[in-house]
């Protein structure tokens, strides 16, 4: 396989305007440039997929379908509909699917001797259908104590994550997350404004940053968190790549907090912002990115058949 016949497309969101999601998108394709990988910035509102007499097609103002694709988005359904077409997808669907629910990740994660916060599961309600017996909360209040962390399931850069003080507090929380999924767990003292992200392609990893903040029980940049180049621990290191692993995805972002007793983690990002870290330690993880997944794709095979599968719009 030539690299240099290799199409690329780097499916990003539609609908996010913001200099910081463009940036990304363009320092990402810059990184398959340098590959000699023929790269499309793809939006997915200008992709649709379709079942058609039971088979699936894609419409859109392309060409011909993509060797392979980089997903950095969260739509699940479009990137299963492109594996679906026989396209080579990174991250896979079901990574970034789990990847994205906190609650699915330390689900994922549990049985396989993760070391990870205490993490309770709350009854689930529907929309419009508020929890107005509240003796399970009360309950997890006691079996938790406070302070406690409320999490959104899905939430990204810090947000959506509550540091809960009292019972009262914690109840006013449950009531305006209202049918929202989210998930409640101990406070991690020892690590209060600190974290570390390593970020992991394949079985390495290829940079790490500790994150702080002075003012601020998360230690996100977005929150106002500051950031340092960070060399991980083989334990860290080992749970960093253990964690990707499990989950199935061949790069991520992962989040560590400082247990008393070893590192724990804290969450799994199929599509970290890479830009940070390369501004913290000036290592470009895209280009490790594009390695990875030229290195899998000679391994396996690629079809010139693809562009059979192409519908015009």
């Known amino acids: 396989m030539k690299t240099s016949a290799l199409h690329c497309w780097i499916v990003v969101n539609g609908y996010l305007q913001h200099d910081k999601f463009s ?73 970034i699917d789990i990847c994205d629910s906190k609650a699915k990740t330390h689900q994922a994660l549990a049985g396989h001797g993760i070391p990870m916060p205490k993490t309770l599961f709350p009854p689930f309600t529907y929309e419009g259908i508020e929890r107005i017996n509240v003796d399970a909360f009360k309950q997890i209040g006691i079996e938790l104590g406070f302070p406690l962390i409320v999490k959104e399931a899905y939430g990204s850069f810090g947000e959506q994550v509550y540091l809960i003080h009292t019972e009262n507090d914690f109840l006013k929380t449950i009531h305006n997350l209202g049918h929202k999924p989210f998930i409640i767990q101990e406070f991690i003292e020892h690590s209060k404004g600190r974290d570390i992200r390593v970020n992991v ?19 996100n940049m977005t929150a106002g968190g500051q ?5 991980p ?29 070893g590192p724990l983690l804290c969450e799994v990002n199929s599509n970290s912002h ?22 899998k794709l000679r391994k396996g095979s690629t079809s010139d058949e693809k562009t059979s599968r192409l519908v015009d719009l």
């Open 233 to 261: 621990t083989r334990d860290e290191a080992q749970l960093a790549i253990r964690c990707a692993e499990i989950l199935g995805a061949d790069f991520a972002g992962v989040d560590l907090l400082f247990g008393e007793d």
């Open 23 to 95: 940036s990304l998108a363009l320092f990402i394709k810059e990184a398959a440039e340098r590959k000699k990988i023929t790269a499309t910035l793809i939006r997915n509102s200008d992709l649709l997929p379709i079942i058609e007499k039971g088979a699936p097609l894609l419409k859109g103002s392309f060409e011909r379908l993509p060797d392979f694709v980089l997903f950095m988005d969260k739509d699940i359904h479009l990137a299963r509909h492109l594996e679906l077409l026989g396209i080579p997808v990174y991250n896979s669907s079901t990574a």
């Open 201 to 219: 392609v394949g079985d390495q990893v290829i940079a790490a940053m500790q994150r702080h903040s002075e003012h601020d029980f998360r230690a």
């Open 274 to 295: 890479l830009l940070n870290i390369y501004d913290c330690t000036g290592i470009n993880i895209a280009d490790s990115m594009f390695d990875y997944m030229l290195d």
């Open 227 to 231: 950031a340092a180049p960070y060399t």
